[in-house]
């Protein structure tokens, strides 16, 4: 490892980020802090940088790149690195690194809160006898679910397979390890199964700040068609969701992945000459949801900047790039 390759374990987290065997936008946030502290521990021994709080400093800077690299969507990846970054401080490699420890450590703690006090928050909007509709594999959706039925409501799930990746599966049995009766649909069914349905619930990989809600693909049609029905629709997201950088204009990437998801290439072939697009993510405009659920408390999504602009301030700083 010289003072700016990133270490074995960032480059693994990165890898596994990449092809998605780490997935999902706060399992993807703590796995990032957890590798800046692994980055931080490496580059205390490595000849480069174990003397030179500059290469230090420089070296985790290097390996937050890589890491934020990996997938451009979800921005709790980001927030996790300049969460760590930001508190990186002391005039040795010793205080350094411990600080880099310490503050991937208090950010995991934090995520982990976070989704357990959203969870209760979600909960309360569920009642006794409800069934939710879910869409892809979010562990702070999921929280609010697992929370109503720790408080002894008895909910069923119809759970969307979400092409092409199928994290349906993972929600579902998931779901039916807590004690919910689950449904399994195709995701052309989810109009019909929304008359059986009291609440849609899903995730978020980034909060714009007028109140967009950019998660899985296929979320905004979810979404309008709920409206449709007359079924409310609630995302569930800590605060790392929340994308600083909508504060100045900016949009959110929409990650496209590889067109071998949706077809294999031996039918692609068969088919002949056509154009495949696999767009990872959508935006839900916020007049199609009804409430963004946080470890601090609810909100009607138009309100959300409000809180963004408390927690980030005008705009976001790039503690990882070269002075
Ligand atoms: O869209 C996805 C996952 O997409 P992918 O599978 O492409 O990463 C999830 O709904 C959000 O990331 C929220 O998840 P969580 O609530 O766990 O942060």
């Known amino acids: 490892m ?3 390759e ?3 374990a960032v480059s693994e987290t990165a890898e596994s980020i990449a092809t998605m065997e780490i997935r999902g936008a706060a399992t993807i946030a703590s796995a990032a802090a957890e590798a800046l502290a692994e980055q931080a ?3 205390a021994e490595a000849d480069a940088t174990a003397s030179d709080p500059e290469a230090f400093r420089a070296s985790l800077r290097a390996a937050a790149r890589t890491l934020r690299e990996t997938r451009p969507t979800a921005v709790s990846l980001p927030n996790a690195l300049r969460y760590v970054l930001q ?3 002391g005039d040795s490699v010793d ?4 600080s880099v420890v310490d503050a991937s450590e208090a950010f995991v703690r934090q995520l982990d809160r976070a989704q357990e006090d959203l969870g209760q928050v979600g909960a309360n909007r569920l009642a006794d006898g409800d069934t939710v509709m879910t869409h892809c594999h979010s562990t702070d959706a999921l929280a609010c ?11 069923s799930a119809v759970v969307k397979e979400t092409r092409p990746r199928q994290q349906g599966h993972i929600t579902a049995e998931q779901l039916r390890d807590a ?3 689950v449904t399994l649909i195709v995701d052309s069914a989810a109009r019909r199964y929304l008359d059986e349905v009291d609440h849609v619930v899903v995730g978020a990989d980034s909060i714009a700040a007028d109140g967009g809600v950019i998660n899985k693909i296929g979320t905004s049609g979810l979404a309008v068609n709920a409206r449709e029905r007359g079924v409310p629709i609630m995302t569930a997201a800590q605060t790392i969701k929340l994308h600083p950088e909508t504060l100045t204009g900016h949009t959110v990437e929409i990650e496209m992945r590889d067109e071998a998801e949706v077809i294999d290439p031996e039918a692609r072939e068969a088919i002949g000459e056509i154009d495949v697009e696999n767009p990872a993510f959508d935006v839900t405009p916020p007049r199609y949801m009804d409430a963004i659920v946080t470890e601090q408390g609810q909100f009607p999504p138009e309100s959300i900047v409000t809180l963004m602009r408390e927690l980030f301030g005008e705009g976001a700083a790039e503690p990882w790039a070269e002075p």
């Open 2 to 4: 010289t003072d700016t």
């Open 6 to 8: 990133p270490s074995p």
């Open 41 to 43: 521990e490496a580059a």
């Open 87 to 89: 508190r990186m401080e």
């Open 95 to 98: 205080r350094l690194r411990r």
């Open 145 to 155: 679910i697992e929370a109503a039925v720790e408080q002894g409501k008895s909910i």
């Open 179 to 181: 004690g919910v009766p």
